[in-house]
């Protein structure tokens, strides 16, 4: 029997339907980064150290961003198949779905805990922390390492809430935690003396607060789907990463990226600037994931349209669902173009008072989204095309923007300068949107119309 909310899925008017969605799940995505942007915002601050401390963090961010890949392995990989599933009235085994996705979430929690406990140390100094930022970096993982089997709870199953059609439950869980993360910084990094360790206990404390709302969404009695733990299914897992892989090599090559950069940035900077431009980055960075979160909470969140209607063999209405998604995300990403020249010093000085650093900030924030309008399109694309089950499309997609952004890290420069690592963003962002945008134009029509002739095949 399907619930109030999954009906919509299917009767509501689109584009309202894709602002219910979207704006909550956007607005929950945005809350989400603020826990590594507010711990960099009052890291930046502490008297004498903060520019070292923030750069220690940028320098520990690889971890961590890799760290919640696996989260979004598992919920971008197993919400989209439950809503299909859901879709094709087929609820025990959305159940299913849900049940194996938390087995796996704990599973993986205990794997990569006590392996990143052993290797932090390494991979910190590979990563370009310097003799200077190291204990930073150090003491910020460390104790975030704690709390790894909440960030990647909260995370993974909060996608499960969304795909229910529940986007607002969604972000009342993140922004709970957000609001604790808020509160307890301050406290543990001045008034408690506790500094960059300080603030990750307070992350793995608003991450735990997170995951008990995300747990009470599942398990209550309006939840469509029930939550219940299961022994893990081999062929359900399969399909659980076989789906997630796109957009797991997302935000797990974020983190190869994110170390190319600050090494790039590191090895060929001159008159010992490499900790100044990896402290810009670091702010660049958090600007980024705090506008492209959002964008991908837009599509993240409208996924449930894209899936359900796929599952129940509604293709026109997936069409209009996908024209609907552009145009919010590309709405969405002129506005921060926008922004970024109107405020951009603002958000800058949240982060550091020193005005050389500022300055180098805001003149490389600029050119590293001047191409964000375009990316707009990707996101989109790689995300309908996963919500659709087509991973054949939205895997080669997502590997050609981070091979492109990749490849310029490699190129710029030792040709140029350490400062031209900050172009690479851009080239890839331009190619990339061109690339996938003509890709869904060929494709569609032909995937449709298959769906449309055939019984639902996953």
């Known amino acids: 029997m399907k619930t109030n909310s999954q009906t919509k899925l299917a009767t509501e008017k689109l584009f309202p339907l894709c602002l219910k969605l979207a704006i909550p799940t956007a607005l929950a995505q945005a809350v989400m980064v603020l826990y590594a942007i507010v711990d960099r915002m009052f890291i930046g601050h502490i008297p004498l150290i903060g520019s070292l401390a923030i750069a220690g963090v940028g320098v520990a961010a690889p971890i961590t961003t890799f760290i919640s890949s696996f989260a979004v392995l598992i919920g971008l990989g197993g919400s989209p198949l439950m809503a299909m599933k859901a879709g094709h009235g087929e609820k025990e085994q959305a159940e299913q779905i849900l049940g194996n996705s938390l087995s796996l979430l704990l ?25 200077a930022t190291f204990i930073y970096a150090n003491e910020y993982t460390t104790y975030y390492l704690l709390g790894t089997p909440f960030a990647l709870l909260s995370a993974g199953l909060n996608s499960f809430v969304i795909n229910q059609g529940r986007a607002k439950t969604g972000m009342i869980s993140v922004l709970a935690g957000a609001v604790v993360n808020i509160i ?24 735990f607060v997170s995951t008990l709302i995300t747990f009470w969404a599942l398990l209550g009695k309006n939840a469509p789907l029930k939550l219940r733990l299961m022994k893990p299914d081999f062929k359900i897992a399969k399909k659980i990463f076989v789906y997630g892989l796109s957009p797991f090599i997302i935000i797990s090559t974020d983190s190869l ?18 900790d100044i431009l990896i402290t810009a980055a670091t702010i660049i960075q958090s600007y980024h994931l705090l506008v492209m979160n959002p964008l991908g909470g837009i599509t993240g969140g409208c996924q449930a349209i894209i899936s359900y209607n796929y599952g129940a063999g509604l293709t026109e209405r997936v069409k209009k669902g996908i024209l609907c998604v552009e145009a919010l995300s ?13 405020c951009g010093d603002s958000f800058v000085a949240l982060f550091t008072s020193d005005r050389e650093i500022q300055i180098i900030t805001l003149k490389y924030m600029k050119i590293f989204t001047s191409m964000i309008m375009l990316l707009a399109f990707q996101y989109t694309n790689v995300d309908c095309f996963t919500a659709m089950g087509q991973i054949k499309y939205s895997l080669p997609l997502s590997l050609f923007r981070k091979s492109l952004f990749l490849i ?34 060929r494709c569609l029509p032909k995937i449709l119309k298959k769906r449309e002739t055939l019984d639902l095949q996953l």
């Open 257 to 274: 990226l994110l170390i190319m950069l600050n090494t790039s940035l590191q090895k060929y900077s001159i008159n010992n600037t490499g």
């Open 330 to 342: 590309f709405t969405y990403t002129a506005i921060i173009f926008s922004l970024t020249y109107i």
């Open 107 to 131: 599973l993986v929690s205990a794997i990569i805990t006590p392996l990143f406990f052993f290797l932090k140390e390494p991979l910190l100094l590979t990563f370009g922390a310097s003799q």
């Open 408 to 441: 310029a890290l490699v190129i710029l420069p030792p040709i140029f300068s350490a400062e031209s690592a900050f172009f690479a963003e851009p080239i890839c962002d331009l190619l990339a949107g061109i690339v996938s945008s003509t890709v869904m134009f």
């Open 184 to 207: 307890l910084d301050p406290i543990f990094i001045y008034t408690f003396g506790l500094g960059c360790k300080g603030a990750a206990i307070a992350t793995v404390i608003s991450q």
